[in-house]
């Protein structure tokens, strides 16, 4: 069964600070991982999908790499707005539904 | 381009009543999934239904149900609430189920309390 665990479960930052959140993963067939940004009470909204190790993405200030085992999420010179739960999650073999994290709570303070 | 919409946006029931949630995909999609979001945890797959068809499930009762209609709209519905059955409920759609390349995205929720 595929299983994602997120860390750290929150994190808080002050502006500018950059840091790096963590996605480890087991899938069997890896058939895509994706990153979600979820504010709250509302639903998920797309980031990123990664397809194989080494592959990287970038989109302002986020990055996200991907190895055999793991993928981050590297937030750099941070904004409040950038506050927010991001969510990862995995799409293996023949499978047809996404398998989340419980997501990393991120707090930018100006 | 429209996104994924999803009605109403919130509802309060009554412990052992019965609810249906709605779905619009978006345009040019022919696959919703829908999840299942307690507080604090991240979202669980309910099932997924492609071309009108269940397309697979996840591990909920049979009391949580769906349908897609030909427009690929789609509804889920639950009998016999439960208490624990209050969430925020989630459909993304997608463009297929099989395509190697599938991104799901999701609409903004309804938040079901049960009382």
């Known amino acids: 069964e595929d299983q994602v665990t997120q860390s750290p479960e929150a994190l808080r930052l002050q502006e500018g600070e950059s840091s790096s959140l963590n996605c480890s993963y087991t899938?069997?067939?890896?058939?895509?991982l994706f990153w979600y940004r979820q504010d709250p009470g509302k639903g998920p909204e797309f980031l990123f999908t990664l397809y194989s190790a080494g592959e990287e993405k970038e989109k302002e200030r986020l990055k996200a790499t991907l190895t055999k085992k793991e993928s981050f999420l590297h937030i750099t010179a941070p904004k409040p707005e950038d506050s927010a739960t991001y969510l990862c999650?995995?799409?293996?073999?023949?499978?047809?539904?996404?398998?989340f994290g419980k997501g990393t709570l991120l707090t930018v303070n100006p | 381009e429209t996104g994924v919409t999803q009605s109403p946006t919130h509802l309060i029931k009554t412990r052992g009543q019965q609810v249906t949630l709605r779905c619009s995909s978006q345009s040019g999609h022919n696959t919703v999934s829908w999840y299942q979001q307690a507080l604090g945890q991240g979202p669980q797959f309910i099932f997924q239904?492609?071309?009108?068809?269940?397309?697979g499930r996840g591990n909920f009762p049979p009391r949580f149900s769906g349908l897609q209609f030909p427009n690929y709209s789609s509804e889920l519905n639950v009998n016999a609430l439960e208490l624990d059955d209050s969430a925020l409920y989630l459909c993304a759609s997608s463009l297929s189920p099989r395509g190697y390349q599938e991104t799901q995205y999701f609409g903004p929720g309804t938040r079901l309390l049960v009382l």
């Open positions: 899938v069997s067939g890896l058939r895509g």
């Open positions: 999650a995995v799409r293996g073999g023949s499978n047809y539904k996404l398998t």
């Open positions: 239904y492609y071309r009108e068809e269940e397309n």
